[in-house]
Structures are given as C-alpha cells and as structure tokens.
C-alpha cells in the first residue's frame, strides 16, 4: 500500500483497486476517489491487488497455508476507518478479483466502516450494475456504503494515459466519493456515535419477538 504524508485529523482510507490491469482506469478513478479524501485531511493509501500474491477464498477453514499478502491486505483495510471500492463492470456486475479479495476479509476487517463506490466500463450503461451488487456486498457486511458513487461510461474516452480525467463534471463526482467517506469515517469517531453504535449493536435483532 502506498502511503500519502498527509495525517490530517487521523482518518485514514483506502482504496481497493478491483482490476489487475496495467494501465486499468479502475485504479485511476480510484486514485481521483482518494483526492477527495486527502483534500479534507485523511491519511490515504492504495491497495492495488495486482501487487498482492491472494489464493481464492477456500472457505477460510485452514488458515496456516495462506500467503503473507493476505494478512497485509487484513491488516490494511483493518487499520482503515473508510474504504472505496472500485471495480469494472464486468458481465453486468463487478470483478471477480475484487469478490476473492472480500472474500478472504470479513467482518473484522470491514463491519462498521464507510465504504464508497466508484466504478468503470467499457460500454456506454456505467458500472451500475457492478455498483448495484457491491452495494449488497456492503450490507452482509455490516459497512456503511455511502448513498454518494461515481460510474465511469466507456472509461477509455474519458481518461488520459496519465491518470487525468477529461471530464471535470466526473473528477468532481469521483472526489466527492472520497470526500464524503472521510467525512463520514471522522464523524463515526466521535463520542456521540460510537454511542450510538453501542446501543444499536447492543440492541436485541429482533425486539417484537422478545418475551420479558
Ligand atoms: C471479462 C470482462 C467483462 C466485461 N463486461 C463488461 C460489461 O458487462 N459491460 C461493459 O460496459 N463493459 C464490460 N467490459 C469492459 C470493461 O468494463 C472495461 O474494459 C473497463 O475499462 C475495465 O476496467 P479496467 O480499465 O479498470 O481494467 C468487460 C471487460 C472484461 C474483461
């Protein structure tokens, strides 16, 4: 992961980069996302999955044979209070390199945090659908995924080889995804929230069901 010099007021977040693709526009919407980030004085750093030596989540029940980069990529995200998670759109939903990585993670790593969505395609629809079931992957576990995302249509148009958007109506979007979830990681720090988040994850799951 490589890290940004820019503490601010603590927060940190990281970006999940959902392609492996040398010169995947995915990782550059992605970069944009952690811009937004920084600008309001989060500690940022990007994990990029092509860097990472990950197996296929296996069902988790032998963990002594795994590769070190799976626990760094724990460690990572576990140390984030926010996550943007970016992907392709690939066949109407998003990658399987990114599903793999979740996968081998979990609510340790993940329950509770703020997730925001950014998403690329090569075809004129956006990544909406592959932001649409990343969404439900935020809700089993238990993350905050912002209302705020940004999909990217024909991604090949609109980026330059550097990194730079042509579009500025888009680079605003995308930043704001980054914006918004360090925003929202720095509120769940403070004392008002966490106790709330106490009483909430405190409270029974099924209240009309329980007998005094
Ligand atoms: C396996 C695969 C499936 C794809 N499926 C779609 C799709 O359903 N809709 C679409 O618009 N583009 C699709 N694309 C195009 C990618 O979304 C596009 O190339 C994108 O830029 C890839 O992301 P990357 O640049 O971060 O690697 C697909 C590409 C691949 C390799």
Redesign the pocket.
Known sequence: MKQKDQAGDGVVVVGICG?I?RG????MAVQIALRGAQELGALTGLIDLKDYHLVFCDGKEDESTLPEDVFKLRREVSRAGGIILGT?????SFSGVLKNALDLMGFDEIEGKMIGLVG????A?GAVHALNSLRAVGRALHAWVIPEQASIPE??KVFDESGTLKDSDLEKRLKEVGRQVARFAYLHTSEKAQEFLRAWEGAPLNPGGAKE
């Open positions: 392609s693709r995947s526009y995915t990782r392709p759109e690939y066949h109407g690329v395609s090569g075809g629809l991604a090949w």
